[in-house]
């Protein structure tokens, strides 16, 4: 069964990036579009950003636009989201999650991501601690 792990997050100051990995290992993963989530302290669940399995089409919140770009290596069952110029309200436990390409499609449509129990495979989370 796909089982996402997270890992590449730490407690870094303002202004610097990470680069989190979501990897499933011994799973060919190329037939799975991947959602990267998060939850800051004390909130909800919060879509951040979505790639489709094979043509890398990609939805970002608005709130991370021109900072967060994800990505994905199929060869090496990996998605990667690179967050950059971090800020204090950027700390969070950092999830990604499975879907599908429809989905991906949908969310594009909508102009935001689809409910969370649409997602599978959740990982266990990285942290990332944004403090100066």
């Known amino acids: 069964q796909l089982q996402f792990v997270e890992s590449g997050g730490g407690l870094v100051q303002p202004g610097v990036s990470l680069r989190l990995s979501c990897a499933a290992p011994?799973?060919?993963?190329?037939?799975?579009?991947v959602a990267w989530f998060r939850q800051a302290p004390g909130k909800g669940h919060e879509g951040v950003s979505c790639?489709?399995?094979?043509?890398?089409?990609?939805y970002y919140v608005d709130s991370v636009k021109g900072r967060f770009t994800i990505s994905r290596d199929n060869a090496k069952s990996t998605v990667y989201l690179q967050l950059n110029s971090l800020t204090p309200e950027n700390t969070a436990v950092y999830y990604c999650?499975?879907?599908?390409?429809?989905?991906?499609?949908?969310?594009?449509?909508?102009?935001?991501?689809?409910?969370?129990?649409?997602?599978?495979?959740w990982g266990q989370g990285t942290q990332v601690t944004v403090s100066s």
């Open positions: 790639i489709s399995s094979r043509d890398h089409m990609a």
């Open positions: 011994g799973f060919a993963l190329d037939s799975y579009a």
């Open positions: 999650a499975a879907l599908s390409d429809r989905d991906i499609t949908t969310i594009q449509a909508l102009g935001h991501m689809i409910p969370l129990h649409d997602y599978k495979n």
